[in-house]
């Protein structure tokens, strides 16, 4: 497999994180939101990375839930990749 470059690498990672964060639905989700964590993980080139993954309402609480994952390495925070996915209220599984 050839190398990816950093930041394809940390974007490979987010998204794939992000796709197993959006696995439950709103129902499920519900219930434990507001919620996040922060974890050490590997990006797919191997690369040792901290996955944070946060779960917040949108707005008031029992509305759409904002899904927000940053991968990034600890040294660069700055340069870590953000993505966000909303799951409306209602939405069964399968996230967005």
């Known amino acids: 497999m050839p190398s990816l470059d950093r930041q ?20 499920d989700l519900s219930k434990v939101t507001p919620w996040g964590d922060t974890y050490e993980g590997f990006t797919p080139a191997g690369r040792s990375a901290l996955f944070e993954r946060n779960y917040l309402w949108q707005g008031a609480a029992g509305g759409d839930i904002c899904v927000e994952v940053v ?6 925070y700055e340069r870590g990749v953000r993505l966000l996915r909303l799951i409306a209220r209602g939405a069964g599984t399968g996230g967005a």
């Open 8 to 27: 394809a690498d940390l974007q490979e990672a987010a998204e794939e994180e992000l796709g197993r964060a959006c696995d439950l639905g709103w129902p």
């Open 71 to 76: 991968v990034y390495q600890p040294e660069a």
